[in-house]
């Protein structure tokens, strides 16, 4: 306690301690609305200790706040604040203990100081107010607006309010710690949390609320959801918040235009909240975004039915090659080796087709797998020009084969059964036509002189098939003199059924 004839009492630092400031911006309570609660305890300060003038001030280093005021004299009172000069309550901060002044004029701590006239304080008597963390961020107290005796009942009972006020302080930050923590979480989580009230009003969203709507979280509290989420979302919505509020629970997946313009898929659930008394007082909304789950679903169905469709197409695919081949060969050695050397073929393509998970593949990296094998270790003699060009599936399948039967015609009768002979391969795509297409051309150099064949060989069958049935293109095969040459129209995008 402390009376006595001294500039400052206790130690100034523990007022500008920054442990002490950072409980002071903690509480909350600095430029707070009045409550309820504060109010009736400096109410009864009044009362019970008699006094015309009962204060909760919370203290920073540059003013005192107060939290709530009982009889402060205008435009104090009104105003809720003064400068920290004014203040008798910081002398509490720097004693850390109780504070008795009984006549404020003859005190020498205080009888300069402007709040002792400003504020008709000439008695003063206060107790520290503790944070959850136990700093003493402001202090009760009792004034008079006369010199007056203090007992120590005063302050036994002022520091029984006091103890009220800091454990209520302290559930407070209990609370807010809780609320903090509960706020990390649920911003961790992939799913969309908000709170609306009865009236459909945001008390609180989480992070991947706000993000979903390109906004802040502070661009939801206590707005309205037909202004926030627009005209289009809210009529979405709106009939599943009036089933909550009813007191209904609705689990749901619901297709939705973001703002962004993209359509998503969300798995909806909307609950009640209920008050003490049964009462429906809000909605908790939980969102989650499964649209990319649902792309994936939808992928995976299409690659089921692909797949049944690529068997289909390459059991009839080798069916009809076998019998072509078995009717044209001499032998079983020789169906064999032509035989096998064309299942390589289909199954080189359909290995290059899983890699990509059927979606296709790059026309350049398919005539390679096909015709190097048939080419030597001198790259130059396979020579490719053309632009980059992504096929089908189906095209990928039939032009693969074409070019297995083309290079292996030409290892064995053209231009790479000799050592001088090269392959030029050129493509480029065809601007007209209703099917996006290329024209393709192989050109033999080198090789032996060509004359054309008394009868046409499934080789050719095969190519002209391929190309036509297949995929709905062409192919005209050439038998010059110089060098076999093969020119094919084939749609890049078809994807038909196989007919032999």
């Known amino acids: 306690m402390s009376d006595g004839p001294r500039q400052f009492a206790g130690d100034r630092h523990h007022i500008t301690d920054p442990q002490r400031l950072k409980a002071v911006s903690r509480s909350q309570l600095r430029d707070s609305p009045r409550e309820e609660y504060f109010d009736q305890l400096t109410m009864l300060v009044h009362e019970v200790i008699g006094t015309p003038v009962a204060m909760f001030t919370v203290v920073d280093d ?22 920290i000069s004014y203040s008798f309550c910081q002398h509490v901060i720097a004693l850390q203990e109780p504070l008795w002044i009984e006549d404020a004029l ?16 000439k ?6 107010i503790l944070s959850g963390d136990g700093q003493v961020i402001g202090a009760l ?29 302290g559930s407070r930050e209990t609370l807010q710690k809780s609320r903090d923590q509960l706020e990390m979480l649920t911003n961790h989580v992939p ?4 709170q609306l009230d009865a009236q459909k009003r945001y008390m609180l969203v989480n992070d991947s609320y706000a993000r979903f709507f390109n906004l802040e979280r502070k661009d939801f509290t206590g707005r309205l959801a037909k ?18 509020l009813s007191g209904e629970t609705i689990v749901q997946e619901v297709r939705m235009s973001s703002k962004d313009g993209n359509e998503v898929a969300l798995h909806v659930n909307y609950a009640p909240d209920f008050d003490e008394d049964g ?35 390459t059991l009839a695919t080798v069916q009809a090659i076998s019998s072509q081949t078995l009717r044209n060969a001499t032998d079983l050695e020789q169906f064999e080796h032509v035989f096998r050397g064309r299942l390589h073929a289909i199954a080189s393509a359909h290995d290059i087709l899983t890699q990509s998970d059927y979606q296709g593949i790059h026309l350049r990296t398919l005539i390679s797998r096909q015709v190097e094998p048939y080419v030597t270790t001198d790259s130059g003699r396979l020579i490719l020009d053309g632009p980059d060009i992504y096929l089908s599936g189906q095209s990928a399948q039939s032009l693969g084969l074409v070019m297995h039967e083309l290079a292996t015609n030409a ?29 393709l051309n192989w050109a033999e150099l080198g090789g032996p002189p060509v004359k054309a064949p008394e009868k046409t060989g499934f080789g050719s069958r095969l190519i002209e098939t391929s190309m036509s049935q297949s995929l709905g293109g062409n192919a005209t095969l050439r038998y010059d003199p110089e060098g076999f040459n093969a020119s094919l129209i084939v749609p890049i995008g078809v994807d038909r059924k196989r007919e032999f």
């Open 411 to 439: 290892s064995k009768y053209g231009a790479l059964c000799q050592s001088t002979g090269k392959i030029h391969i050129d493509w480029h795509t065809l601007e007209k036509g209703e099917v996006p297409s290329i024209s």
């Open 191 to 194: 799913v969309m949390i908000g």
């Open 141 to 169: 107290s009792a004034i008079d607006t006369a010199p007056r005796k203090w007992s120590k009942s005063d302050q036994k009972f002022l520091e029984k309010f006091s103890r009220l006020i800091s454990l209520e302080l």
């Open 106 to 121: 003859e005190n020498p701590l205080v009888c300069d100081n402007p709040g002792t006239e400003a504020l008709q304080m």
């Open 62 to 83: 540059k003013k005192q706040f107060f939290k709530s005021a009982y009889g402060v004299a205008e435009p104090w009172h009104t105003r809720r604040e003064t400068p």
């Open 227 to 244: 202004d926030v989420l627009g005209s289009e979302v809210f009529a979405t919505a709106e009939p599943n918040m009036d089933r909550a």
């Open 279 to 313: 009462a429906v007082k809000g909605i908790s909304a939980a969102i989650v975004d499964i649209t990319k789950e649902m792309q994936a679903d939808k992928h995976r169905e299409m690659l089921v039915q692909e797949l049944k469709h690529r068997v289909k197409n």
């Open 123 to 128: 008695a003063y008597l206060g107790v520290p």
